[in-house]
């Protein structure tokens, strides 16, 4: 049996460190749900953490440059939508 609170809704999402300046913890998102006609909603950030060393993006260069991190950040929509199911897509865009 699988239990499901449906109306605590959240979405995550898996972001290089060097993007974090644009989702400031409290901050609003605006993002796109392609099951529900592309709707675009806001989205308020409540949780980030780093995903730990294993999760990082390769320097550019060989030498004199560093890994980025990748964080976890989620968020909670703004408005109520009831149409939105776990396991749906939810893309961020600026």
Known sequence: MSLLKTQDKWVTFNVREDLLKDMPLGGEIEVMIPALD?????????YS????SYAT???????????????EIKARPLE????LRPG???VYFK
């Open 38 to 46: 592309k709707k675009k909603v806001k989205a308020r950030i409540y």
């Open 49 to 52: 953490r780093d995903l730990g």
């Open 57 to 71: 993006w390769q320097a550019t260069k060989a030498t004199g440059q560093w890994d980025s991190k990748t964080f």
């Open 80 to 83: 109520d939508l009831p149409e």
């Open 88 to 90: 749906m897509t939810v």
